[in-house]
């Protein structure tokens, strides 16, 4: 036996002659602080952002549609020691805390673009990486070699994505459709007239889906959009890309690419994602695919199901930058 180890030993027993000196605990190790911050978007609009101070590369997450920054609630421990900015887009407290109308158009990659530089300008990094999830993931920018270190799609929607569900599933699209552009046609009381028997039910699942999973801010957050028809429209298939962009992010050989999904999605087809996975790979990406179990929401439910993967191509993609 080690003799020191021996020493220590007996120094504790009773029959040691000598009382010992009990050790001081180790000091408490103080949990990361999150400040709260906004800036300026390209077109002067005020966007809030939540940030944790630390060193080498930040990342920049941005969500989806109907869900805010509340649902990267339990993704706050992601990536430990680095910088973290969790960027909260506008209609979701930024400005007005409202979900409606004004949550549209090319104005979405022009703020995510925006937080890209003040992710940069709060760390000090010359280059970030940048996670979206969901419809979060359509509203980045085509990576700029330059700024962005690596890009991460998370769920991600894709255009066109109707075409990968079941059939019986795509005769229900495609009936919904036709319907969609019947109701538009009869004008503003009969469109929304069928937004809140057609489509709010469908967001109330998601959000009482939510609430099964603990994450309440979210829950309500979405229930709140429900009640709204001009968020409402922003989930048909039309309103919806032309709110994100036709492609979502372009291949880059320069920025490599993550794309995770979920085996049981209910929102996104595995199928699509790995459709998409795909193009961006023979579009000369270094695409990284990983999938986990579950449904849409259960990746913020249990970050446990996509951490590893995504911070096993952090640090894989930060030893092809070195």
């Not at 001081?24 to 809030?48: I, K």
């Not at 009936?175 to 937004?195: D, E, I, S």
């Amino acid at each position: 036996m080690n003799e020191t180890l021996l020493a220590a030993m007996l120094a504790v027993m009773p029959w040691s002659g000598e009382k010992a000196a009990v050790p001081a605990p180790p000091p408490a190790v103080a949990a990361p602080s999150w400040t709260r911050g906004s800036f300026a978007s390209v077109d002067g609009a005020r966007l809030s952002y939540q940030y944790r101070a630390g060193a080498g590369p930040a990342v920049l997450l941005v969500h989806g549609i109907g869900v805010g920054a509340s649902g990267f609630t339990r993704w706050r421990e992601f990536f430990p020691g680095r910088p973290l900015m969790i960027l909260e887009r506008r209609g979701y407290g930024s400005p007005s805390g409202r979900v409606d109308e004004n949550d549209a158009g090319a104005v979405n990659q022009d703020d995510v673009s925006a937080a890209i530089d003040e992710a940069r300008r709060l760390s000090g990094s010359p280059r970030v990486g940048v996670l979206g999830y969901s419809l979060g993931a359509m509203l980045i920018p085509a990576p700029d070699p330059a700024r962005v270190l690596w890009v991460a799609l998370i769920c991600p929607g894709v255009p066109g994505m109707a075409n990968d569900l079941p059939a019986s599933e795509q005769a229900l699209a495609a009936q919904t459709r036709y319907w969609f552009g019947v109701a538009r046609l009869g004008g503003p009381l009969a469109l929304q007239n069928w937004l809140e028997t057609v489509v709010a039910p469908g967001v109330r699942e998601l959000s009482d889906k939510a609430r099964s999973l603990g994450l309440n801010e979210t829950a309500d957050e979405v229930a709140a959009g429900a009640k709204s028809p001009a968020f409402l429209n922003l989930y048909t298939e039309e309103s919806l890309w032309a709110y994100a962009q036709k492609d979502g992010p372009a291949a880059s050989s320069r920025v490599p690419m993550f794309v995770g999904y979920a085996q049981d999605d209910q929102v996104v087809p595995p199928a699509a994602v790995q459709r998409r996975a795909a193009q961006l790979s023979s579009a000369g990406a270094r695409v990284t695919v990983a999938h986990w179990p579950g449904d849409h929401l259960d990746a913020l439910a249990t970050p446990t199901l996509a951490r590893p993967a995504l911070e096993a191509f952090d640090a894989a993609a930060a030893a092809i930058a070195r």
